[in-house]
């Protein structure tokens, strides 16, 4: 092993976690969920963006990290008021952390780290209408 990791302590070091922005998508029907999200601000999003006034068919929650179980907590808590279609796909993403010494003695540094991530899409079934 080439690379070798060593303990910060947190009295040397601030970290700031950092994401690349090209790698989330920022279309207005993605719904993205976080630690400290609102869950029931996030559900009436939700159906706001799917209702008869919405113009989508189909939302995509997003979530990474340990908000993995309030994405999918998210997504079927949607499924139940809408019987809706879920597809889910996984992933991995590789973030930044950068390390910011709190000392004057030490070096500012960053490290790299890959962090799980889900994507939920939800879709309405079809509505057959009846032609009069």
């Known amino acids: 092993m080439n690379e070798e990791k060593f303990h910060r302590d947190p009295e040397e070091y601030a970290i700031f976690k950092r994401l690349n922005n090209k790698q989330f998508s920022k279309r207005p029907n993605d719904i ?4 400290k999200t609102n869950f ?14 919405g113009n989508y068919r189909d ?9 993995l179980q309030r994405t999918i907590n998210l997504a079927l808590q949607f499924q139940l008021k809408t ?12 973030v930044t952390d950068h390390l910011m010494p709190l000392l004057d003695d030490l070096e500012p540094t960053s490290d790299t780290r890959w962090v799980s991530t889900i994507h939920i ?3 309405l079934p079809t509505i057959l209408t009846e032609t009069k």
Request: charged share 15%; aromatic share 2%; glycine share 4%.
């Open 59 to 67: 939302i995509c929650i997003h979530g990474m990290g340990s908000a």
């Open 40 to 53: 029931k601000a996030q559900l009436e999003r939700c159906m706001k963006l799917i209702s008869s006034n």
């Open 83 to 94: 019987n809706c279609q879920l597809h889910t796909a996984i992933s991995s993403i590789e």
């Open 121 to 123: 899409t939800c879709t």
């Open 32 to 35: 993205y969920v976080t630690r």
